[in-house]
């Protein structure tokens, strides 16, 4: 199995936790605001990340790169969770999607060409996302909308520039890094939020711990390691499988109804990752400068 097929099976394990980490955080945010989980999570996985992977020290190379990375992620999240109080669940999921176009956009607009196939591909997978979260009525833009669109620009970002500062930097340190400047700007943030409830419940406990080592710790570890092997766009495009994993864990787990939406989505999306894999060839380099 070359690397490249192995970083791109681990990747899909990541988005598979993340996806399915949507059940877990629902429950979590009805004892605690925003802002004050998502320090306590990413405190706990900065720490077990910073523990293990970076053994305790962070080069000062990888200082300006881990806060350029961690003020991306912040923004993403922050933006998302904003512009969710003002939108629908559904319209914030398209537009979050969204970020997978942005990265073959943002590629082109840095110079790099893109194949058609690329394009096609995340073209798709845009078009999948819109299935699986299209609400029964598109209303004019709100200012949710632009919001939760500034994060996903945010995430898009992000993806570019760890597939760049991982060519330069380990992720054994960039990981922990980018991590412990959310935890820093998220307890920051805090004062600044309408609510700060935070109700210590064994439900609560038990997501901390759930998303903090897997799907922080561990899933972000394994993004900064595979993308050493996998152009940006495509990473983008296994990212879009995100939502996929959501539907299904809610259907298992609280039995929601999976409509035909739902499963045109997942065959759209995953019918543009073959058309990138297959005809995209290596797609965009990474990002210079």
Known sequence: MSQRTKAESLLVLTTFIWGSSFVIVKGALADAAPFPYLSVRFILAGLVMFGIMARG???????L????LGVLLFTGYAFQTWGLTLTTPSKSGFITGFSVILVPLIALFCGHP????NAGGAGLGVLGLYFLVMPSGMASVNRGDLLTL?????FAIHIMLVGHYTRRHSFLHLAPGQIMVVAILATVAIPFAPTHTLHWTGRLIFAIVVTAVLA???AFGIQFWAQ???PPA???LIFALEPV????TSRIVIHEHLGGKVLLGSALILTGMVISEIWGGTGPAPVEG
């Open 57 to 63: 020290r962070l080069p000062r190379a990888t200082l």
């Open 65 to 68: 790169p881990s806060l350029v």
């Open 114 to 117: 893109m194949r058609v196939a």
């Open 150 to 154: 500034f994060g996903a620009t945010a």
């Open 216 to 218: 922080t710790a561990l």
């Open 228 to 230: 050493q092997y996998i």
């Open 234 to 236: 495509h990473t983008a």
């Open 245 to 248: 994993f959501a539907a299904l």
